[in-house]
């Protein structure tokens, strides 16, 4: 079996008024800056400084939303949020928003491993190692 780490989490996410247009419910591309948070929140914020410091960047090679039901200022969502890595360029994702049980938006999207001069790159297995739950980020050289 290759090897691989496989991240799942939840996040809130409070909708303030500047995250609404004009009919008042949350404008659909704010979503994606909601996953992203999410995405961001579930790898570190550390770990992704050291792999960007390293020459390794994920980049958004695809992605899929299903808005299903409007939310609106002040509700409170929960963003589930699965990602599969593996030394494969393609790292799938499944994120979920759900606003009082309600499923609210879907995405299923596909990043991509890139080095500095943004060509797709293999993801090594110390950066794989430092994805399981409860890894350090120590690691060195891409």
Same mark, same amino acid.
């Given at each position: $079996?290759?090897?691989?780490? !496989?991240?799942v989490?939840?996040?809130t996410?409070?909708i303030y008024?500047?995250d609404?247009?004009?009919?008042?419910?949350?404008y659909?591309?704010?979503?994606?800056?909601?996953?992203?948070?999410?995405?961001?929140? !579930?790898?570190?914020v550390?770990r992704?400084?050291?792999?960007?410091g390293?020459?390794?960047?994920?980049?958004?090679?695809?992605?899929?939303?299903?808005f299903?039901?409007?939310? +609106?200022?002040?509700?409170?969502?929960?963003?589930?949020?699965? $990602?599969?890595?593996?030394?494969?360029?393609v790292?799938?994702?499944? +994120?979920?928003?759900?606003?009082?049980g309600?499923?609210?938006?879907?995405m299923t999207?596909?990043?991509?491993?890139?080095?500095?001069?943004?060509e797709? $790159?293999?993801?090594?297995g110390?950066i794989? +190692?430092? !994805?399981?739950?409860?890894?350090?980020?120590?690691?060195?050289?891409?």
């Amino acid at each position: $079996m290759p090897d691989e780490a !496989l991240l799942v989490g939840e996040s809130t996410v409070r909708i303030y008024y500047e995250d609404t247009d004009f009919s008042g419910y949350v404008y659909h591309a704010n979503y994606l800056k909601f996953f992203e948070r999410a995405r961001e929140d !579930l790898i570190g914020v550390e770990r992704i400084k050291k792999y960007f410091g390293e020459g390794l960047h994920f980049v958004v090679a695809r992605a899929d939303l299903r808005f299903l039901r409007p939310t +609106q200022h002040a509700d409170l969502l929960t963003i589930n949020t699965k $990602m599969r890595f593996s030394e494969s360029p393609v790292v799938p994702v499944e +994120q979920e928003a759900s606003c009082g049980g309600q499923k609210v938006v879907t995405m299923t999207m596909k990043l991509a491993a890139v080095n500095a001069q943004g060509e797709p $790159m293999r993801i090594p297995g110390t950066i794989l +190692q430092s !994805l399981r739950p409860g890894a350090k980020i120590a690691f060195g050289g891409l």
